[in-house]
């Protein structure tokens, strides 16, 4: 299974569906936030989207445990942990939520970091990069309940 996965796309739909496009076929997207609502312009897939400090409207929660391929994921944007410098409450949210993977946005500065048997993951932002780092999404390919991420950058 491939999923696509998506943060902080602020409105730029064409940065955002330009990666989508290099990143290919996908089972499913995960759209992380900061404007959600662009998550609807994803095609040939199913689309799991949270809400981000950017977003204004009631549609999406803030968090939600999903489960793909058979691995159960906490998503969020994760405004609400802090996650620039230390994703401790991030990581704590997703052990207490009985998960192995967290997808989280918000820094525009992607990550893939594994800490006490979690994947924590950040796609960065395809619109608005930063830390010197280039548009990016992500995608994750899951295996027998294997996850091997990799960020795709423009």
């Known amino acids: 299974m491939r999923v696509g996965v998506v943060s902080d796309s602020h409105g730029k739909t064409e940065s955002m569906l330009l990666l989508a496009d290099k990143l290919g076929k996908v089972d499913a997207w995960v759209h992380l936030g900061d404007f959600a609502k662009d998550s609807e312009s994803l095609k040939g897939a199913p689309v799991y989207a949270v809400s981000g400090n950017c977003d ?15 691995v159960r994921m906490f998503i969020t944007h994760g405004n609400k942990y802090s996650p620039t410098y230390d994703r401790t409450r991030l990581l704590y949210r997703c052990e207490e939520l009985n998960c192995s993977v967290v997808l989280y946005g918000h820094t525009h ?19 608005a ?14 295996e027998e309940k294997t996850v091997m991420p990799s960020i795709i950058t423009a």
């Open 109 to 127: 500065i992607s990550l893939v970091e594994y800490n006490g048997g979690i994947l924590a993951l950040n796609p960065g932002s395809p619109s």
């Open 56 to 70: 204004y409207n009631n549609k999406y929660e803030s968090e939600q445990v999903i489960t793909l391929g058979g």
């Open 129 to 142: 990069p930063r830390g010197g780092r280039k548009p990016s999404i992500a995608v994750l390919e899951i």
